[in-house]
């Protein structure tokens, strides 16, 4: 809920120049992260940036409204729930969801 210049001050970003120069010449990237202490606010930063994501993550229980709507999206051509890893998951769907990303 926070305005953008108070949330962006919340942030101290290095190489932003990379990800915008993969975008501007039509290209995606491959954005790797901890999943260690307050993963999820680099996600809310991306995605109001406009950057299109694709997550290779377990959905967590205690996401926003605004990533819940990512995590269940599953519009083509690359729908999130083919993404999405949790525990239990048959070894070889596994391992076929990390091919696919």
């Known amino acids: 809920g926070l305005a953008d210049a108070e949330f962006d001050a919340r942030f101290d970003v290095e190489g932003l120049e990379h990800l915008e120069a993969a975008r501007a010449g039509g290209r995606g990237a491959i954005l790797l992260g901890s999943h260690l202490g307050a993963y999820l606010v680099g996600m809310h930063w991306l995605g109001r940036r406009g950057v299109p994501l694709r997550l290779m ?18 519009e083509p051509p690359y729908p999130q729930s083919g993404f999405a890893l949790r525990r239990g998951l048959p070894p070889a769907e596994a391992a076929l969801r990390l091919m696919r990303a």
């Open 57 to 74: 993550v377990q959905t967590p229980s205690h996401v926003s409204p605004t990533l819940l709507r990512l995590f269940e999206h599953d």
